[in-house]
């Protein structure tokens, strides 16, 4: 037992003595591990972001918010089916919400009707396009968790009365009314004048489909007048327990299927949406994304493996006439063994180290650049990126120390 | 360079050989150099005691190399039977044999085979990491056999620092340093020129006086001159065994 120990830290100081005396060549041989390791990490960091931003947006949604619609979220094969659906009418939430408060111990709260559309919003000459525009009630509030950076909602006297308010996005009022409060001043969405009464925090955007910050909130009274004609809502219902949502969803469909007055034995006509199912879809995508990304940046650290294999060989060959000379005075095959396979594993691991530092300033750089930029760098992320180093240096050192350990001394003290 | 107090003027005293340690039976070697079959070894029958003083020697080709490598159990015979220290060598494994030469025996070679970045304590250190000594004992026990053969004040240089007759001394000093049973010396003097090479055969001189067994490999005659015993090779048969005064 001792003996290994001794043999492994001679290793390990012949290892550092043959870096040290060998200085391009090991420089040159790392790069190959650093780029391999920056590469890598760097994917790592990406996809944990990609990750870190699809939670942070199916956070969005709400996870305690189920949504009835006409369609489900994710294919459907049969859509013709789903098309015959009769139209999700906006007045529904006012019937669930009186089926909720028949219910003892509902655990349904509150359910509010969503029509939306996109619309362009105009002060002046300054005009921002493509606005997700929400035509709702009072109650809208909630069910979002949103912070105001100033006003607030519209409230249920203003919506009931019909009055022409709005609560802007973060984005769209800074477009319209840089630097300056935008609350008591007048938007026209799509030719539709409306008096601005909040705007809401910055909220970022989901999945990088839409962003919450360039949306404008009116209500429902005055977006159906103007600007819905026969189009489906959304009636978003909030639940009281998130942990029960599974039960939640049966009340709320048996509710659904009451004010629908569907028979028993009927099928649904409506679907009940909850953002568990936006995750059943992106998952797939998701692994996918991050399968082929380690792959494709896999190859790089592949090629430097090969590098520090190549390098191996060259040592070996080198210095046959000292492996038969550490034979001669008694070293065992895996002596031998060992100390090559050192001697591989520490160039991986200068280069993990590296690549490291490397992949920290870059994430750090890009972090300063583009703070919105979803990467993150972590110590699991060390750790991971030193193992994956030592591992190749075990696998490409392999080849080369088991031959040299295998020599035959006679052979080797011979070779010049 | 100051070389150990010299014991040439005394008169040559042989010591009493005490038990064996090599014995060798009938062994045989077949190399295949591609479709050709060499006899190195056709049946050398040898017995090596204890303090004996021994030098081989022969022309090219007579198989003097391939009986060392077979003494210094580097390489097993094709047939025939090796016993070391009564132990069959003949069948042991790599790693059994490797134990043997780490314990067992002392090779010096004509071309030092020091490690060149290693400084000489370091390379005197080698075997004692390979049998598993802990460091304070590896300095302190290789510092004493470099004293010992007269190198005690360049235990910090390397090889490159040393002249030649000090790097085969460090060599002479790491082969000695596990206390093995022979000290198997391979044309010691080859690299060496010939006041140096003498040096070198004084201090085998007082190795021998000290106990030590000592098997010189060598083609040269001046050298053989300082064994006690000398075998003679020729086409791969021991052609003659004499001791001398």
């Given amino acids: 037992m001792n003996r290994l120990l001794y043999e492994f830290t001679e290793s390990v100081r012949i290892a550092w003595t043959q870096i040290r005396a060998n200085k391009m060549r090991s420089v040159l041989t790392a790069l190959g591990v650093i780029i391999g390791i920056v590469a890598v990490t760097l994917m790592g960091t990406a996809i944990r972001g990609i990750d870190t931003g699809f939670q942070n947006s199916l956070a969005m949604l709400g996870e305690d918010v189920l949504y009835i619609e006409k369609w489900p979220w994710g294919p459907v094969e049969d859509w013709w089916n789903y098309n015959n659906r009769p139209r999700i009418r906006p007045e529904y939430a006012e019937r669930i919400n009186r089926v909720i408060a028949g219910t003892p111990n509902s655990l349904l709260q509150i359910a509010v009707p969503v029509l939306t559309r996109g619309c362009s919003v105009k002060v002046g000459d300054a005009k921002v396009s493509g606005v997700f525009t929400i035509g709702t009630l009072a109650e809208y509030a909630r069910l979002i968790s949103a912070d105001y950076k100033e006003g607030r909602l519209f409230n249920e006297a203003e919506a009931g009365s019909g009055r022409q308010v709005v609560a802007l996005g973060h984005d769209v009022a800074e477009a319209l009314f840089p630097g300056r409060s935008a609350v008591g001043e007048t938007v026209m969405v799509n030719g539709q004048p409306f008096e601005v009464v909040g705007v809401f925090a910055k909220q970022g955007e989901f999945l990088g489909l839409f962003s919450f910050d360039n949306q404008a909130v009116l209500p429902l009274t005055a977006f159906q007048k103007y600007f819905a004609g026969r189009q489906d809502a959304s009636i978003r219902v909030k639940v009281t327990d998130k942990l029960r949502l599974a039960e939640a969803r049966e009340e709320l469909t048996g509710a659904m299927r009451r004010v629908r007055g569907q028979l028993p034995g009927e099928r649904d006509n409506f679907s009940v949406n909850e953002q568990a199912a936006f995750k059943a879809q992106l998952d797939p995508v998701k692994q996918g994304i991050a399968m082929a990304g380690l792959f494709i940046t896999g190859l790089s650290l592949f090629v430097g493996a090969i590098g520090i294999m190549n390098i191996t060989f060259v040592s070996v060959k080198e210095r046959t006439k000292e492996i038969g000379t550490r034979k001669a005075l008694g070293a065992r095959r895996r002596t031998i063994l060992l100390q090559f396979l050192i001697e591989a594993v520490s160039i991986c691991l200068i280069g993990g180290v590296v690549g490291l530092l490397l992949t920290y300033g870059l994430v750090a750089g890009v972090g300063a650049v583009f703070p919105s930029f979803p990467i993150v760098f972590s110590f699991s992320l060390v750790f991971v990126g030193l193992a994956v180093s030592v591992a190749t240096g075990i696998v490409s050192g392999f080849a080369p120390a088991w031959g040299a350990a295998r020599l035959d001394p006679v052979v080797a003290l011979r070779y010049e | ?245």
């Avoid at chain 2, 360079?1 to 050989?17: D, E, I, K, Q, V």
């Avoid at chain 2, 020697?57 to 220290?85: A, E, H, I, Q, V």
């Fill in chain 2, 1 to 245: 360079m100051s070389p150990a107090p010299s014991t040439s003027a005394a008169p040559r005293a042989t010591r009493a050989p005490g038990a064996t340690v090599i014995e060798i039976d009938g062994v045989t070697k077949l190399y295949k150099m591609g479709a050709e079959t060499v006899h190195a070894l056709r049946g050398v029958s040898l017995n090596v005691r204890r303090n004996e003083y021994l030098a081989i020697m022969g022309p090219s080709g007579s198989g003097k190399s391939t009986l060392m490598n077979m003494l210094g159990c580097l390489d097993t015979p094709t047939s025939g039977r090796y016993f070391f220290g009564g132990k069959n060598v003949s069948t042991m494994t790599d790693d059994e044999l490797a134990d043997i030469r780490n314990r067992e025996i002392g090779f010096v070679f004509q071309t030092f085979n020091l490690l060149p970045r290693s400084t000489a304590l370091a390379n005197v250190e080698l075997p004692l990491v390979y049998a598993g000594l802990g460091s304070t004992a590896r300095r302190e026990k290789a510092g004493l056999t470099l004293a010992n053969v007269g190198l005690g004040d360049r235990m910090g240089h390397k090889p490159n620092e040393l002249s030649g007759g000090q790097r085969q001394r460090v060599a002479i000093a790491r082969a000695l340093v596990n206390n093995p049973s022979i000290l198997l010396a391979d044309e010691p003097t080859g690299n060496l020129d010939s006041r140096t090479g003498e040096e070198i055969m004084q201090l085998l001189e007082e190795l021998y006086a000290q106990g030590n067994t000592i098997i010189v490999v060598t083609h040269e005659e001046d050298i053989a001159r300082h064994a006690r015993r000398i075998v003679r090779l020729r086409d791969g048969l021991i052609e003659s065994d004499v001791s001398q005064a």
